[in-house]
């Protein structure tokens, strides 16, 4: 990076620090005990540009990926779970500036990447998580119309939002019948399931979308009638770095706590930090988190370069940072000792907030298979 674009990311993440400081840090507690979903802020968020972070310019940030790693970092060191949200609503702003066409961008991206207009990104079914391809959801070709039937699983910002990105099935079992499809709020037919009691992220909704007989114009077509697992797939790149870079910011949260308070509390007559232990421990939380960041930054750099092998990359980055940064914010509870496990102290919170990120944006199982598979490919390529 060369010294300009490094002297921008530093303003540009200070911005950002700033706004989770004032904005997200405050309130946490209070919208993770209320299930405080909360609108305004997010529509403050999309005055500072964060609605549209790598969108292009027209409508949006014209930010690199690399930049969201920062941005992402810090504003879950405000509040994971809504640093979170921001990410899945900046992937469907994304995808509709990527894959869709002038008339569609002109016609959803504005009141989006302001975050006047909130996303959901509907691809997980009941019966079909990891195997995306086996999505049921689906979607009958009538006139000028599609009539879309099925249910969506774990949509976060469902009933909120109001542009959902809709993996449904136009043709024949597996991938290459899934296209992506846009229904917006009020449209006659959608409605959803019950916000779930979950162990985290509960700043944020969290329901099911049904679909019944939901009728939306073919104009609503992201692409081409059978590009809608390819679309999923190149979101996902993004949605696992970015959620790397959430845990990532949790973890550093949570790390900065338990440095100082192992300096303040004493124990036997010194404080914490005087065995030896507890040195070791911030050691490897601090080793762990540093190269987190390093692979983030490395997916970042590729998916920027459109490299060959951006899907591996993400992935491994992924598995990496979620594992890493779950196993640190639970260190660092456990160093506060019974402090750690109560509410104000915040650790908890964010503990039960990083638990889900190595599950969604495909489980880090999938990722292990990603990143297995490549290497074993490679192999037989090379013989």
Known sequence: ?????SQERGELVAIVRDFAASELAPFAAERDAGRIFPVETLAAAGELGLGGIYVGEEYGSGLSRLDAVAIFEELAKGDTAIAAYISIHN????????????????????EMTAMRDLGAYCLTEPGAGSDAAAITTSARRDGD??????????????????????M??????????????????DTPGLSFGPNEHKMGWNAQPT???????????????????????????HGLNGGRVNMGACSLGGAQWAME???????????????LAANQSIVFTLADIETELQAARALLERAAAKMDAG???????????????????FTAANQALQLHGGYGYLHEYG??????????????EGTNEIMRTIVGRDLLQGAKRER
Not at 1 to 5: G, K
Not at 102 to 107: C, P, T
Not at 307 to 325: G, I, M, Y
């Open 257 to 271: 706590r338990a440095t100082a308070y192992v300096q303040e509390r004493h124990a036997f007559g010194a404080p």
């Open 145 to 166: 119309e599609y009539v879309i039937n099925g249910t969506k699983q774990f949509i976060s910002g469902a009933g909120a939002a109001a542009v959902y990105i809709v």
């Open 207 to 233: 329901r099911q979308v049904v679909f019944e007989d939901v009728r939306v114009p073919v104009g609503n077509l992201l692409s081409e009638e059978g590009q809608g697992f390819r679309i999923a797939m």
């Open 91 to 110: 992937m469907t702003a994304w995808m509709i500036d990527t894959y869709g066409s002038d008339e569609q961008r002109a016609r959803w991206l504005p």
């Open 168 to 185: 449904v099935r136009t043709g024949a079992a597996g991938a290459g019948g899934i296209s992506a499809v846009v229904v917006e709020k």
């Open 347 to 360: 650790l908890e919170r964010v503990v039960r907030d990083l638990r889900v990120h190595q599950i969604l």
């Open 307 to 325: 490299a060959p092998d951006t899907a591996v990359a993400c992935a491994l980055a992924k598995r990496f940072a979620t594992d890493a940064a």
């Open 1 to 5: 990076m060369n010294d300009t674009a």
